[in-house]
C-alpha cells in the first residue's frame, strides 16, 4: 500500500503546483495543432472516414459543396482564376441599440440593394457619415460584432442565396492597411504565398507568382524596398495601397471589395491604382469599391453607381452614365455645365441646401430621390430572384491552411527574427537606455562592506528590478497591440493558428533580453562594487535576464488581453504596483491578504529580487563599526533575514521565474485565442430573433 500512497501524494503535489495547469494547456493546445497539421498530411485519414461514416448523408453532402466551393484549384504549377461572382443584395439594414434612453440609431436602413456583376466596377458613393463602408463590410461578411448590433439583408451568389454567416471569397483591402514594417514588398508576398498556398505550388510555382502579382500590380521597382508605416520609412502610401491588393489576389478571387481605395492618395497616385482595378475588371474580376469624392478621371473608370444618403438611405443604383440624367429629370439640375458629374450627384443627395434652396427644400430633395430609389427595388429581393432555391456558405478560407503547423512557425519564427533585427532605431534607443541607467547607478552607489552598506544593498537590487520590469513591460504593451491589430486579421483569414505564431513572438524576443540585460548588468554591477565573488557575476546575469523574460511575458499578457496600446497602458500601473507591493521586502507574508496570498508566488518582481539579494549576500560578512541601520548584521545570511529572505536557493528561484515566465506565455496564448476576431450574421429580413455572432 506504500508505494501506491506515495504516488498519490507525488501526483498530489504535482498538480497542486500552479505551473501544473498551464503546461497541461500548452500539451493540449499543441497536441490540437499537431492533429490539424496531421489531417492536412493524411495521417488523420482513418479518424476523418470514422466521422463522414458518423455523419448523416444530407450534412456530408453539405460540407463537401462547403469545401469545393471555398477551394482554388491548381493546374500547371498555377492558381486557376475562380468561378466569377456575380454578388446581388437587398433590404440591407443595421440597427444599433444605443440603451434604453436613446433606443436605436439606424445605420442603414433596409433600402439598399443592388447587384455586382463580373468585368464590372460598382462605385458606392455619398456623404462622409452615410455608412457607405459599412454597407461594404455589411456585403463582404465583416461587420466587427457587437451585442448591440443588428443585421439584416439578403445576399444571392450566382443565383443562389448565401447564409447570413458567410464571409464571402474576395479580396477585401480596408481603408487602412498595416504591415509588418520592416518588411520588403517582396518578402511581405512570398510570406504570405508560402502560407497560403504550402506545398501546392512547386517553388519555382511560388515564385513566379510573387514575380507575376509584383508585375501585375505596379511594385516591381520596390520589391526590395521596406514597406514602412508611419515612423518608418518605406515605400509610397499609393504603392501600399497596390501591395493590399497584391497579398488579398494570391488565391485568385474573382471578386474584389475596396474601402475608399483612393483616400489619402494624391490625383496621380489615385489614378493609377484605379487603372490597375480597371485592368483587373477587364479580366473578368467583380470590383466593388467605396469612394469618396473622386475625380472625374477617376469617376469615369467605372461602370455602375450606388448612391447612399443620410441614415443610410439608398437614393441611385444603376450605370454611372445614366446618373446626371437621372438626377436632372428628378428635379436636381447642375448649376453649370462645367460641374463635373461626381461633383454634381454628391450636391444632389446631400441634405445641404444647392442652388439657393431652404434647409426644408434640401430635406424634401433628398427624401423624394430614397422613395424613388425605394419604389424602383420593389420586387428585387433576393429571395424573389433565387429561382433554385439552392443556399451557399462561404467560410472566407479560401481553400483553408495549407502549410503545416511546422511551417507556419518557421515562417512566423523568421518574420519575428527579421523585424527584431532590423529595428536598429528601437534597438540603439533601448541599448542608450540601459547604459544610461546603469551609469546613473554606478555613479550614485559604492557598496563597501559597513551596516550602511546592507541598506544601500537591499535598495540597489529593488530599484534594478523594479527598473527593469518597468521598463520590459512599457515597451511590450507599447508594441505588442500595434502588431496584434495586424495578426488578427491574418489569424481572422486563417493564414495561420495563434498556437505557431505565438511560440515565434516569445522565442524570437530571447536573444534582445538577453542583450539588454547583459550589457546593463556588465556596467552596473561593476560601479556600484557588488560582489566580486567567484560566480555571482554570471548568476546575476543569469537572474537579469530570467527576470527581463517574466517581464516580457507580463506586457505580452497585457497586450493580447487590451484592445489597443491606450488601455495597455492604462493597465500597467496597477500591475505593476501591485507587484511592487508584494516583491518580498514591503509586506510580510503573515499579513498578506488571504485572498491575495497566491500574488507572491507569481511576483513579477519578487523572484527577481529574491535571487539578486541571495546571490549577493551569500557568503558576506559586514562589520559592527561605524554607522547602523536597525539590529546589527554580521553576515549575509543575518542581513537576508531581516526581511524572509534566503528559504530559495538561486537554481530554485530561477526554476520559479521559467514557471512564471511559462504562465506568463500560456495565458498571452490564452489571450490571442480568445479575442480573435468575431463577425455579426446577417439574419434574413423580417427574422423574429436573428443569431448576431459567430
Given at each position: 500500500?506504500?508505494?501506491?500512497?506515495?504516488?498519490?501524494?507525488?501526483?498530489?503535489?504535482?498538480?497542486?503546483?500552479?505551473?501544473?495547469?498551464?503546461?497541461?494547456?500548452?500539451?493540449?493546445?499543441?497536441?490540437?495543432?499537431?492533429?490539424?497539421?496531421?489531417?492536412?498530411?493524411?495521417?488523420?485519414?482513418?479518424?476523418?472516414?470514422?466521422?463522414?461514416?458518423?455523419?448523416?448523408?444530407?450534412q456530408r453532402k453539405k460540407a463537401k459543396q462547403q469545401q469545393q466551393q471555398d477551394e482554388f484549384v491548381i493546374q500547371n504549377d498555377r492558381i486557376q482564376?475562380?468561378?466569377?461572382?456575380?454578388?446581388?443584395?437587398?433590404?440591407?439594414?443595421?440597427?444599433?441599440?444605443?440603451?434604453?434612453?436613446?433606443?436605436?440609431?439606424?445605420?442603414?436602413?433596409?433600402?439598399?440593394?443592388?447587384?455586382?456583376?463580373?468585368?464590372?466596377?460598382?462605385?458606392?458613393?455619398?456623404?462622409?457619415?452615410?455608412?457607405?463602408?459599412?454597407?461594404?463590410?455589411?456585403?463582404?461578411?465583416?461587420?466587427?460584432?457587437?451585442?448591440?448590433?443588428?443585421?439584416?439583408?439578403?445576399?444571392?451568389?450566382?443565383?443562389?442565396?448565401?447564409?447570413?454567416?458567410?464571409?464571402?471569397?474576395?479580396?477585401?483591402?480596408?481603408?487602412?492597411?498595416?504591415?509588418?514594417?520592416?518588411?520588403?514588398?517582396?518578402?511581405?508576398?512570398?510570406?504570405?504565398?508560402?502560407?497560403?498556398?504550402?506545398?501546392?505550388?512547386?517553388?519555382?510555382?511560388?515564385?513566379?507568382?510573387?514575380?507575376?502579382?509584383?508585375?501585375?500590380?505596379?511594385?516591381?521597382?520596390?520589391?526590395?524596398?521596406?514597406?514602412?508605416?508611419?515612423?518608418?520609412?518605406?515605400?509610397?502610401?499609393?504603392?501600399?495601397?497596390?501591395?493590399?491588393?497584391?497579398?488579398?489576389?494570391?488565391?485568385?478571387?474573382?471578386?474584389?471589395?475596396?474601402?475608399?481605395?483612393?483616400?489619402?492618395?494624391?490625383?496621380?497616385?489615385?489614378?493609377?491604382?484605379?487603372?490597375?482595378?480597371?485592368?483587373?475588371?477587364?479580366?473578368?474580376?467583380?470590383?466593388?469599391?467605396?469612394?469618396?469624392?473622386?475625380?472625374?478621371?477617376?469617376?469615369?473608370?467605372?461602370?455602375?453607381?450606388?448612391?447612399?444618403?443620410?441614415?443610410?438611405?439608398?437614393?441611385?443604383?444603376?450605370?454611372?452614365?445614366?446618373?446626371?440624367?437621372?438626377?436632372?429629370?428628378?428635379?436636381?439640375?447642375?448649376?453649370?455645365?462645367?460641374?463635373?458629374?461626381?461633383?454634381?450627384?454628391?450636391?444632389?443627395?446631400?441634405?445641404?441646401?444647392?442652388?439657393?434652396?431652404?434647409?426644408?427644400?434640401?430635406?424634401?430633395?433628398?427624401?423624394?430621390?430614397?422613395?424613388?430609389?425605394?419604389?424602383?427595388?420593389?420586387?428585387?429581393?433576393?429571395?424573389?430572384?433565387?429561382?433554385?432555391?439552392?443556399?451557399?456558405?462561404?467560410?472566407?478560407?479560401?481553400?483553408?491552411?495549407?502549410?503545416?503547423?511546422?511551417?507556419?512557425?518557421?515562417?512566423?519564427?523568421?518574420?519575428?527574427?527579421?523585424?527584431?533585427?532590423?529595428?536598429?532605431?528601437?534597438?540603439?534607443?533601448?541599448?542608450?537606455?540601459?547604459?544610461?541607467?546603469?551609469?546613473?547607478?554606478?555613479?550614485?552607489?559604492?557598496?563597501?562592506?559597513?551596516?550602511?552598506?546592507?541598506?544601500?544593498?537591499?535598495?540597489?537590487?529593488?530599484?534594478?528590478?523594479?527598473?527593469?520590469?518597468?521598463?520590459?513591460?512599457?515597451?511590450?504593451?507599447?508594441?505588442?497591440?500595434?502588431?496584434?491589430?495586424?495578426?488578427?486579421?491574418?489569424?481572422?483569414?486563417?493564414?495561420?493558428?495563434?498556437?505557431?505564431?505565438?511560440?515565434?513572438?516569445?522565442?524570437?524576443?530571447?536573444?534582445?533580453?538577453?542583450?539588454?540585460?547583459?550589457?546593463?548588468?556588465?556596467?552596473?554591477?561593476?560601479?556600484?562594487?557588488?560582489?566580486?565573488?567567484?560566480?555571482?557575476?554570471?548568476?546575476?546575469?543569469?537572474?537579469?535576464?530570467?527576470?527581463?523574460?517574466?517581464?516580457?511575458?507580463?506586457?505580452?499578457?497585457?497586450?493580447?488581453?487590451?484592445?489597443?496600446?491606450?488601455?495597455?497602458?492604462?493597465?500597467?500601473?496597477?500591475?505593476?504596483?501591485?507587484?511592487?507591493?508584494?516583491?518580498?521586502?514591503?509586506?510580510?507574508?503573515?499579513?498578506?491578504?488571504?485572498?491575495?496570498?497566491?500574488?507572491?508566488?507569481?511576483?513579477?518582481?519578487?523572484?527577481?529580487?529574491?535571487?539578486?539579494?541571495?546571490?549577493?549576500?551569500?557568503?558576506?560578512?559586514?562589520?559592527?563599526?561605524?554607522?547602523?541601520?536597525?539590529?546589527?548584521?554580521?553576515?549575509?545570511?543575518?542581513?537576508?533575514?531581516?526581511?524572509?529572505?534566503?528559504?530559495?536557493?538561486?537554481?530554485?528561484?530561477?526554476?520559479?521565474?521559467?514557471?512564471?515566465?511559462?504562465?506568463?506565455?500560456?495565458?498571452?496564448?490564452?489571450?490571442?485565442?480568445?479575442?480573435?476576431?468575431?463577425?455579426?450574421?446577417?439574419?434574413?429580413?423580417?427574422?423574429?430573433?436573428?443569431?448576431?455572432?459567430?
Amino acid at each position: 500500500m506504500r508505494p501506491k500512497a506515495t504516488t498519490r501524494r507525488t501526483m498530489s503535489r504535482i498538480k497542486g503546483h500552479y505551473f501544473f495547469w498551464p503546461c497541461l494547456l500548452l500539451l493540449l493546445l499543441l497536441s490540437r495543432d499537431c492533429a490539424h497539421a496531421q489531417q492536412h498530411r493524411g495521417i488523420a485519414h482513418f479518424g476523418t472516414k470514422l466521422k463522414e461514416t458518423l455523419t448523416p448523408p444530407s450534412q456530408r453532402k453539405k460540407a463537401k459543396q462547403q469545401q469545393q466551393q471555398d477551394e482554388f484549384v491548381i493546374q500547371n504549377d498555377r492558381i486557376q482564376a475562380q468561378e466569377s461572382i456575380d454578388l446581388e443584395f437587398s433590404n440591407i439594414q443595421l440597427q444599433l441599440d444605443q440603451g434604453r434612453r436613446k433606443g436605436s440609431k439606424t445605420i442603414l436602413d433596409g433600402s439598399i440593394h443592388g447587384r455586382a456583376q463580373p468585368g464590372r466596377m460598382l462605385a458606392i458613393m455619398g456623404p462622409s457619415g452615410a455608412g457607405k463602408s459599412t454597407l461594404l463590410h455589411a456585403l463582404s461578411g465583416r461587420i466587427k460584432y457587437s451585442s448591440k448590433l443588428q443585421l439584416q439583408g439578403s445576399r444571392i451568389v450566382n443565383q443562389q442565396a448565401v447564409t447570413g454567416d458567410s464571409m464571402l471569397p474576395c479580396a477585401f483591402i480596408e481603408q487602412e492597411v498595416e504591415f509588418f514594417p520592416h518588411m520588403t514588398v517582396r518578402e511581405t508576398l512570398v510570406f504570405r504565398v508560402e502560407l497560403k498556398l504550402g506545398s501546392q505550388l512547386s517553388k519555382q510555382g511560388r515564385a513566379d507568382m510573387v514575380d507575376d502579382l509584383l508585375h501585375q500590380l505596379g511594385l516591381t521597382k520596390v520589391a526590395d524596398t521596406i514597406v514602412g508605416n508611419a515612423r518608418v520609412r518605406g515605400i509610397s502610401g499609393g504603392e501600399r495601397k497596390r501591395l493590399s491588393i497584391a497579398v488579398e489576389m494570391i488565391s485568385s478571387p474573382s471578386l474584389i471589395m475596396l474601402d475608399e481605395p483612393t483616400s489619402g492618395l494624391d490625383s496621380t497616385a489615385a489614378t493609377a491604382l484605379i487603372e490597375t482595378l480597371r485592368e483587373l475588371a477587364d479580366q473578368g474580376k467583380t470590383i466593388i469599391a467605396v469612394i469618396h469624392q473622386p475625380s472625374q478621371h477617376v469617376f469615369g473608370k467605372f461602370d455602375d453607381l450606388l448612391l447612399v444618403s443620410e441614415g443610410g438611405k439608398q437614393v441611385y443604383f444603376g450605370e454611372r452614365s445614366k446618373v446626371r440624367s437621372y438626377m436632372e429629370t428628378h428635379g436636381c439640375r447642375a448649376e453649370s455645365d462645367e460641374i463635373g458629374t461626381a461633383e454634381h450627384v454628391l450636391d444632389c443627395i446631400t441634405r445641404m441646401p444647392v442652388l439657393q434652396e431652404t434647409m426644408e427644400e434640401a430635406e424634401e430633395r433628398v427624401d423624394r430621390l430614397a422613395e424613388l430609389a425605394k419604389q424602383q427595388s420593389a420586387g428585387t429581393s433576393v429571395s424573389k430572384r433565387d429561382a433554385n432555391n439552392q443556399v451557399r456558405r462561404f467560410t472566407g478560407a479560401q481553400g483553408g491552411l495549407k502549410a503545416s503547423i511546422f511551417v507556419q512557425f518557421k515562417l512566423l519564427a523568421q518574420r519575428s527574427l527579421r523585424e527584431v533585427k532590423r529595428s536598429k532605431g528601437v534597438i540603439l534607443i533601448k541599448i542608450v537606455q540601459q547604459v544610461t541607467t546603469a551609469l546613473i547607478y554606478g555613479g550614485i552607489y559604492s557598496l563597501g562592506n559597513d551596516q550602511a552598506s546592507i541598506q544601500d544593498r537591499f535598495g540597489l537590487l529593488s530599484l534594478i528590478t523594479i527598473g527593469a520590469s518597468n521598463m520590459a513591460i512599457a515597451g511590450s504593451i507599447r508594441a505588442f497591440p500595434r502588431e496584434k491589430a495586424i495578426v488578427s486579421k491574418e489569424l481572422a483569414n486563417k493564414m495561420y493558428r495563434t498556437f505557431p505564431y505565438f511560440i515565434g513572438k516569445a522565442l524570437s524576443e530571447l536573444p534582445l533580453v538577453a542583450l539588454f540585460n547583459g550589457i546593463f548588468g556588465t556596467i552596473a554591477y561593476h560601479l556600484t562594487g557588488l560582489s566580486r565573488a567567484p560566480g555571482r557575476f554570471r548568476n546575476f546575469l543569469l537572474l537579469l535576464t530570467t527576470h527581463g523574460l517574466i517581464s516580457e511575458a507580463a506586457g505580452l499578457v497585457i497586450g493580447a488581453f487590451s484592445p489597443n496600446s491606450d488601455v495597455a497602458l492604462a493597465i500597467f500601473p496597477a500591475v505593476l504596483v501591485l507587484n511592487i507591493i508584494f516583491d518580498g521586502k514591503n509586506i510580510s507574508e503573515e499579513n498578506t491578504p488571504k485572498l491575495l496570498k497566491w500574488v507572491p508566488k507569481l511576483g513579477l518582481i519578487r523572484w527577481g529580487f529574491e535571487g539578486l539579494c541571495v546571490n549577493e549576500f551569500e557568503g558576506l560578512s559586514f562589520v559592527t563599526t561605524g554607522p547602523r541601520r536597525g539590529p546589527v548584521a554580521k553576515t549575509g545570511i543575518e542581513a537576508l533575514g531581516r526581511f524572509g529572505l534566503g528559504k530559495y536557493s538561486i537554481n530554485q528561484v530561477m526554476k520559479n521565474q521559467l514557471q512564471v515566465t511559462g504562465m506568463g506565455w500560456t495565458l498571452a496564448l490564452l489571450g490571442l485565442m480568445l479575442t480573435k476576431q468575431k463577425y455579426v450574421t446577417m439574419a434574413q429580413p423580417n427574422d423574429d430573433e436573428p443569431d448576431t455572432t459567430r
